[in-house]
């Protein structure tokens, strides 16, 4: 039987490097059975959000960018940062939503619904990703992308995109796949219930 697990103690902490993108944190840790792990590196970055725009036929609105981190043009969904508020953190995460949604896209929803809310890797990184399916899309107007990017969307039957998935064809990031199968159980509630 293992020892109750219990959570690290900080004995040191320090800003290593920071930017407009990302903060590392640099901690000096103490376990609970008294082994010094120094230093351990967190990545501090702001909480994101992913929205699954969804058009009354089934079909998902998905984005194509241009990835450095891969150097590939990723399949994916419309995505971003939680900008710093004094909101709570869920109405600054649909605010994010809204306002990502409309940058990338040109789209508004009139709806979302929260999905749900992960960590994308609580191993090292301190934020939360939360997903939200928008409904009710209208064109509002032209993108807006920030400085570097570009954004080309496509439209896509949400049923094929999971085969897609499963199969190997498309690769996705991980919190988009989630998102995707999120929505996809929250559709199907909905047909069971008799909704649509």
């Not at 993108?21 to 909480?47: E, K, M, N, Q």
């Not at 992308?145 to 949400?158: N, R, S, T, Y």
Request: glycine share 8%; with cysteine; proline share 5%.
């Amino acid at each position: 039987m293992s020892d109750e697990l219990k959570p690290w103690s900080v004995t040191a902490s320090r800003i290593t490097y920071e930017d407009r993108w990302i903060r590392l944190r640099s901690d000096d840790c103490l376990t609970a059975a008294g082994t010094v792990v120094a230093p351990f590196h967190v990545l501090d970055y702001p909480d994101w959000i992913n929205v699954i725009p969804l058009l009354p036929d089934g079909r998902v609105l998905l984005t194509r960018e241009y990835r450095h981190g891969r150097g590939e043009i990723v399949l994916g969904l419309v995505a971003g940062g939680v900008e710093p508020s004094d909101m709570r953190a869920e109405d600054a995460a649909m605010a994010a939503a809204r306002r990502e949604l409309r940058e990338e896209t040109g789209y508004e929803a009139s709806t979302l619904i929260k999905l749900l809310t992960s960590y994308p890797n609580a191993a090292n990184h301190s934020n939360m990703v939360t997903s939200w399916l928008a409904l009710g899309l209208n064109r509002a107007g032209e993108p807006s992308f920030d400085p570097g990017e570009k954004v080309d969307i496509l439209f896509a039957d949400l049923g094929a995109i999971l085969a897609e998935l499963q199969s190997g064809a498309v690769i996705m990031q991980s919190m988009h796949v989630a998102a995707l199968y999120s929505a996809e159980g929250w559709l199907r509630t909905q047909a069971s219930k008799g909704l649509k």
